[in-house]
């Protein structure tokens, strides 16, 4: 079976002041149909413009400089602009953290879903509407016949997110990526959008990659991880390799160092150092100045560390505990 | 035994609502006053004992913040009084409100709004201790040093910019900021709620620390319940306004007793492998502005009776010091009436 999101080499780079960073480097990754990828790191370490590019969503002065972005056999980097717009919502789409990113805070809800539902597939209104009304039911929206009339102010944030998410579903897209489509969101609702999300990915195969900080969000919610730091995929495998037995020193001072699973009151293992500034990379592994395992070989590019299907980005990665 | 460092008695805090033209014509109309308020805080009492750390849980709208704002002596509360040492943190009533102590110091969420951008971290350390003359100008400089140390960073950071460090050592000259105050009650709001998740561990080590070596008392303001677990000796959790269950943390985690609760633990995220099994809590927040009647969680609570629906619980004694507010916990939630 091929994947339904192919992603080889991507590569995203911005011209600044300080010169030209790279905040996504060489990301490969794919997507079989309905399983969740989960895409972790924390703030600038380049999820989020990995999430943008794929959509072909940067701006000046960034721009995706090299790689392949394969969307059910269709690279979407080799489409005209125009094409490329009609491959957006309808084949894959996006879920932002911000619901009123998606929504037009002057319209109803019925009449922007009907417009993004007539973008794509000619129809009249009204089979619009009831599209868009089975869709806000699909994401657990209660009578969502009275939703339709409703303007997004109306809503709780909550129910706005739910809107977002099944206006990226209106047209049964083969991928959608979500990009911290909880964070903003109180635990209880956040637990019943999960609970959506994982039901949406098993029943309409739906490939998902969900973009987030949280590393229990991911490790609850997805099949598969990538953890990223400054712009590289440093280890990739299933959910359960990744949080289970983590390879690179990254992931495992990361999983270390939330709290919960250590002895109340005690000293949080922590990684040294902060994140790094993408312009002041280390030669070499950019982790290596905060790694506890780093030598002098780390100051060459670090090859990928196979095992098995677990990948990671590693001279010295862990060996099994 | 010695009365508790912090005592906040039956507070209530009620903002209320601008009415517009359209309100009070309409209210005019149908005989009634016009505007409502919201009910930020009901009838909440806690106490902090001297060295004491308590966790303040609750989801958006709980009121958790308006608590902590309380406390600090920015906002005075509508009922009930706050006393440090046995005296009150603040005097006025709603828009005039004199805060009375400097004892009382707060630590923001966001540590980028909380400095001013255009004064040396220095000066922003300084400023308080020497206006209220807790410093002498002669040792400022020295003490400013100590203090950036103290929290990890380097002492000739005093003559820079907020703009030059980042998230996580802002938040740590926030912390000497409060520091610098020799204050007796730290309230941390949402301290570590914007760091990266290795940066937060970080700073929840600065703060396990100088806890050690201070002696600190501190309320800790928190939606996580995970970082709460870890610094906090006892746990409050609020719903909509009051506080629904206090216990030890030893004892609310092992066995959390009302059901909203016991809810918020179920839909948590955890940390480990395999997939896990949401059983998220149905419905949504209620508004603060017209809270459901008698107890604020019955239309979203699976063990909701007759009695719930009309009559407030009260929070009544669980053994081993836990509170809790639930019928559940009080002679029963009373029988349906058959059909």
Request: charged letters at 20%; aromatic letters at 4%.
């Amino acid at each position: 079976m091929s994947a339904a999101l192919d992603i080889q080499g991507l590569t995203t780079r911005f011209d600044t002041r300080g010169g030209t960073v790279t905040a996504v480097d060489d990301v490969s990754f794919s997507v079989d149909r309905g399983r969740i990828m989960g895409l972790v790191g924390e703030s600038g370490s380049g999820k989020s413009v990995t999430g943008f590019s794929i959509l072909g969503l940067i701006d000046e002065p960034g721009r995706v400089t090299d790689g392949r972005v394969i969307v059910e056999e269709t690279d979407l980097r080799s489409l005209s602009p125009d094409h490329l717009r009609s491959m957006r919502g309808r084949k894959v789409s996006m879920v932002f953290q911000d619901p009123m990113m998606t929504l037009n805070p002057v319209l109803r809800i019925g009449d922007q879903m009907a417009m993004a539902v007539r973008v794509h597939e000619p129809m009249s209104k009204a089979k619009a509407l009831e599209r868009a009304r089975d869709a806000l039911g699909t994401v657990g929206i209660p009578s969502p016949e009275e939703r339709l009339a409703a303007y997004p102010h109306q809503l709780s944030g909550g129910m706005r997110q739910r809107v977002a998410i099944a206006t990226a579903l209106l047209h049964r897209p083969a991928v959608i990526i979500a990009d911290e489509p909880t964070t903003a969101l109180d635990v209880s609702i956040q637990g019943q959008i999960l609970a959506e999300v994982r039901r949406l990915a098993d029943e309409t195969h739906t490939a998902i990659v969900w973009i987030t900080h949280d590393l229990a969000v991911v490790s609850s919610l997805a099949d598969d991880i990538c953890v990223m730091y400054a712009g590289k995929i440093v280890e990739r495998g299933t959910a359960e390799e990744v949080i289970g037995q983590p390879r690179h020193p990254y992931t495992r001072g990361l999983l270390d160092s939330v709290p919960g699973q250590h002895a109340p009151g005690t000293h949080l293992p922590q990684i040294p150092g902060s994140t790094p500034q993408l312009s002041h990379l280390p030669s070499g592994c950019p982790f290596r100045n905060r790694c506890p395992r780093a030598t002098q070989l780390c100051a060459s590019a670090p090859p990928l560390a196979r095992f098995g299907d677990h990948t990671a980005l590693c001279h010295h990665p862990l060996e099994t505990t | 035994m010695t009365a508790p460092l912090l005592e906040i008695d039956t507070v209530s805090k009620r903002f209320p609502l601008k009415a517009t033209l359209a309100d009070k014509v309409a209210a005019r109309l149908a005989g009634r006053s016009a505007g409502g308020a919201v009910h930020a805080v009901t009838d909440v009492s806690l106490t902090v004992e001297r060295g004491e750390v308590v966790g303040v849980v609750g989801e958006s709208g709980c009121g958790k913040s308006t608590l902590g704002r309380i406390v600090s002596g920015i906002y005075a509360p509508t009922e009930g009084t706050v006393l440090l040492d046995g005296k009150p943190v603040a005097t006025g009533r709603e828009d005039h409100v004199n805060k009375l102590t400097t004892r009382v110091q707060m630590i923001h969420q966001d540590p980028f709004a909380s400095l001013n951008p255009r004064m040396k971290v220095g000066e922003t350390i300084s400023e308080g201790p020497r206006t209220h003359g807790i410093v002498s100008a002669a040792e400022v400089g020295d003490k400013t040093r100590a203090l950036l140390e103290q929290v990890g960073l380097r002492g000739d950071y005093a003559d820079r910019l907020p703009h030059q460090f980042s998230g996580g050592q802002r938040q740590r000259i926030a912390i000497a900021r409060a520091l610098a105050m020799q204050p007796d009650l730290l309230v941390l709001d949402e301290a570590v709620a914007s760091l990266d998740v290795s940066i937060q561990a970080q700073v929840l080590n600065l703060f396990l620390d100088l806890r050690r070596d201070l002696g600190l008392t501190a309320l800790f303001i928190s939606h996580d319940l995970s970082v709460v677990r870890h610094v906090c000796d006892r746990v409050a959790i609020m719903y909509l306004g009051r506080v629904v269950e206090l216990a030890s943390a030893e004892r609310l985690y092992a066995e959390p007793k009302h059901p909203y609760t016991q809810a918020l633990f179920a839909s948590v995220p955890t940390l480990g492998t395999g997939r896990q099994d949401f059983r998220p809590i149905k419905g949504e927040i209620p508004s603060p502005i017209d809270p459901p009647p008698g107890c604020a969680f019955h239309p979203r609570c699976p063990f909701a009776g007759p009695r719930c629906r009309v009559e407030i619980p009260r929070l009544t004694d669980a053994g081993a010091g836990r509170t809790v507010a639930c019928h559940l916990n009080d002679g029963g939630v009373g029988q349906e009436a058959a059909a």
